[in-house]
Structures are given as structure tokens and as C-alpha cells.
């Protein structure tokens, strides 16, 4: 008897351990393993099918960075759906894994503030082709606000373009797949940073054609060994005056070692060897903070005799010396303490004899006011009017720009000089410029 009741005993036990077990399993299926339910990610809303997981959207549409996982509670995340991210009007950062092989229409459509950007691919995803492949898709063909017209080529003949609405605020992208395709970054003008990520083999033709980057970084032994040329790489150094090969990489390439200057440079904290090219930096005059009490309105600057940037050009008005006074503040951003020569391209605007620089401007370097030692004047022909159409470039004075930003601040003095005496000598600017090895632009 006592060994039946030790039996029927341990058979109880057992039968206790099972079913707890299976309660534990059972919870563990209702939820309580992170990934197994949509709605316990953080801010991303997913669908379960086929063993995988698809991003349908965001829980907030005021969310600001956005990262989509590999996978979600031990099940890949292998799609993103047709405007998940759509109208994500605050959104400034978003990354997509490269386990995300299909991509919906519009993902990003509306999504104004979209600054620095991380993809494995373009268009539709990886097997996109075609007009699906541009960068474009991803935004849409519906005009946003802070969107700008892109037109996109997706092949080599006339008629392989769509026309594409990309926000003006996205300035980096980061792309961390195997081939970028033919076109992908056609005119996309509006990114500054782009950085081809370790796994990136191939480039297509054109695909950074018309484009205009500021850095260019490349972490991809393949890639960097390709850049033989400003046609290599689908353009990639046709317009990018720096280019930042990660440490430990080759960097045999004839495009990037003839450059004209070579230096260590950390960026995201990683360290690269920093090609640059000597250029000249233009930063245009209806670009800049304009104040003004008396001045005109930006205007087209139309034919000229001397080459300029075009645009628009910015001036002081100030009749029979009136007191209406023109701020222009440029803020410039440098990668590097570097001491350059600012240059003006300007014109007269009337035909009085001996205006000079030193009289009519006063222009301050982060907050230091600068005096050019030999100043240059206007000595316009007796009785010749010269006004705009007439520009000539000044090599003005030389002084040092810190690393990061700085603030250059010309203010034209009432009347042309430092009195207030009616001087004659009101002036148009196109633009100031630079020629240096360091990078310059537009502070953020």
C-alpha cells in the first residue's frame, strides 16, 4: 500500500510539473515574448504572416527618429508596407534594415522633415527595377510641403524618367546594401553627405549624376578601389569635392589619391583619410539673412558681361544718402581652422568716381571686425553708368575661419561710408566666394 501511495504520489507530481508547463507555454503564446504581438513594439505597428513580420505604420504620427529592426521577437521583419510612414511631418531620422527586401509605395510621402536617411535599397526594395528603383518612389509623385520636383532617370533613353517629390530637408544618406542602381540618386542635389556603407559592391551608371556633394565617405574596399574618375561609380566624384576613405582600406584609387590635399579626419567616430580638392566656394548673396530698411528685393540678375553664379543679386539703395542700411550675414560652416580670401562679385550702381570697399562696408568675422590693408576702389569711367550689368570680382582681404560655424556679417553703411554724407557708391552682390582646400557650406 505504501508504495501505491509513493506512486500515486510522484504520478501527481509529475502531472502538477506538466501542467504547469503547459500554462507557462500557453502564457508565453498569448503574448507575453516580446515580438509575438504587434502592438508591443514601442512605436511601430506590424502584421504577422507567413512566419514574418510586415511594418504597416506608426503608432504616433509625430514621431521624430524611426528605426525598423531585423526582426522582432526572434521573426524578421521582411517588408514595409504602402505609406507606412506617410505624413510623419516631424521625422527627422529613419533607418531601414536590410531584411526589409520589399518596400511599398510613398513610405515616406509627407514627410517634410526627413533630414538623414539609412537604406539597403532604393525604389521597392531589393528586386526593384525600373522607375521602381529611384530614390523618388520612396516619397511619392504628389507635391508635399517642403518637397522639391525632382525629375529621376531610371535608364539611358529619353524617356526613362519619372518626376518625383523629395523633401528639401534631406541632406545624409547612409546606404548600407550590395548595388545601388542605375539612376538612384539622379538630381538628387539637395543630399550634401552620402556615405556607401562596408557591403556596397556595385554602383550603376548615372546614379549620382547631377548631384552635388559636399562628402562624399566611403567605407567599402570595393567601392574606394573603383574611384578611378569623376565618371566611376556613377558619378560619385563628379561633384564631390571631399572624400573620406575609411581607415584600414585601400585607397590605390587615382581619383581620390590625386587629389590636392590628404589628412586624418574622424567623422561619426570612425577615422578616415580626408581627400580634398582645391575649390572655390560660392555662397550666394540672396541666400544669406538679408536686412534691410531701404534696399530692394532680391532681383534676377539677367545678362551680364562677366560670368557670375547667376541667380539673384542683393544691394543697398540708399538715395541722397538716406539712412536705409543692408545687413548681409553669411554663416559658413568649415571642416577645418583654415585662412582664406573672401571675394566679392558686386557692381556699381552709379556712375560716381571713387567709392572704395573700406568705406562702404563694415565687415565683421564672428563677431571681429576686418580692414583690408590695401583697399580697393571703383573707378568707373566719368559719366558711365555701370550698374549690374557690369560684375567684377574683388579679391577683398584674407582672414582665418574656425572650424564649424561662423558668422560673417556685412553691413553697408548709410550713405556708403562711415558718415552719413551721400557717397554715390550704392553696390549690387551676387555672391562672396572662396578658394581653399577646406570644405566649406552653408551652416545648418
Request: aromatic share 12%; hydrophobic share 35%.
Amino acid at each position: 500500500m505504501k508504495i501505491r501511495k509513493k506512486i500515486s504520489m510522484i504520478v501527481a507530481a509529475l502531472l502538477c510539473v506538466l501542467i504547469c508547463m503547459t500554462v507557462c507555454v500557453a502564457f508565453s503564446a498569448c503574448g507575453e515574448t516580446e515580438g509575438s504581438n504587434p502592438n508591443e513594439h514601442d512605436y511601430l505597428t506590424l502584421e504577422l504572416k507567413d512566419n514574418t513580420y510586415t511594418v504597416t505604420g506608426v503608432k504616433d504620427k509625430n514621431v521624430t527618429e524611426i528605426v525598423v529592426p531585423e526582426s522582432f521577437g526572434g521573426i524578421a521583419v521582411t517588408a514595409i508596407a504602402d505609406e507606412a510612414f506617410a505624413n510623419c511631418a516631424s521625422l527627422t531620422k529613419a533607418v531601414l534594415p536590410e531584411s526589409a527586401v520589399t518596400l511599398g509605395k510613398r513610405i515616406f510621402s509627407g514627410c517634410r522633415s526627413l533630414a538623414d536617411l539609412t537604406i539597403a535599397y532604393t525604389g521597392a526594395g531589393k528586386d526593384a527595377s525600373a522607375t521602381r528603383s529611384s530614390l523618388g518612389y520612396m516619397f511619392g509623385q504628389t507635391s508635399f510641403a517642403g518637397s522639391v520636383e525632382t525629375t529621376q532617370y531610371f535608364g539611358p533613353n529619353a524617356e526613362d524618367y519619372d518626376v518625383y517629390y523629395i523633401p528639401s530637408a534631406l541632406k545624409k544618406v547612409t546606404f548600407t546594401g550590395e548595388t545601388i542602381p542605375y539612376g538612384a540618386f539622379y538630381n538628387c542635389s539637395g543630399i550634401d553627405t552620402f556615405v556607401v556603407g562596408e557591403s556596397v559592391t556595385s554602383i550603376g551608371d548615372a546614379a549620382f549624376a547631377n548631384n552635388s556633394l559636399t562628402f562624399l565617405y566611403v567605407r567599402s574596399a570595393a567601392i574606394a578601389s573603383s574611384l578611378t574618375g569623376a565618371k566611376a561609380c556613377g558619378g560619385l566624384l563628379s561633384n564631390s569635392p571631399a572624400v573620406g576613405v575609411l581607415d584600414g582600406i585601400t585607397t590605390a584609387a587615382y581619383g581620390v589619391t590625386t587629389m590636392d590635399a590628404h589628412e586624418a579626419y574622424t567623422y561619426a567616430d570612425d577615422k578616415y583619410e580626408l581627400y580634398t580638392d582645391q575649390k572655390e566656394y560660392r555662397f550666394e548673396a540672396e541666400s544669406c539673412d538679408y536686412f534691410s530698411a531701404l534696399a530692394p528685393a532680391p532681383e534676377p540678375i539677367g545678362a551680364n558681361g562677366v560670368p557670375t553664379s547667376g541667380g539673384y543679386y542683393l544691394g543697398g539703395f540708399y538715395p541722397n544718402g538716406g539712412g536705409g542700411e543692408a545687413y548681409m550675414e553669411f554663416r559658413i560652416w568649415s571642416h577645418k581652422e583654415v585662412t582664406v580670401t573672401m571675394i566679392y562679385c558686386c557692381g556699381r550702381r552709379t556712375a560716381i568716381p571713387g567709392g572704395t570697399f573700406k568705406t562702404a562696408w563694415r565687415t565683421t568675422v564672428n563677431g571681429v571686425q576686418i580692414i583690408p590693408e590695401e583697399d580697393t576702389s571703383f573707378e568707373n569711367p566719368p559719366g558711365e553708368v555701370f550698374r549690374w550689368t557690369q560684375w567684377t570680382r574683388y579679391e577683398v582681404c584674407e582672414f582665418t575661419l574656425k572650424q564649424g560655424d561662423n558668422v560673417i556679417n556685412m553691413h553697408f553703411l548709410p550713405g556708403g561710408q562711415e558718415t552719413a554724407t551721400s557717397y554715390g557708391n550704392d553696390m549690387y552682390v551676387d555672391y562672396i566666394a572662396f578658394d581653399t582646400s577646406a570644405v566649406l557650406k552653408w551652416s545648418d
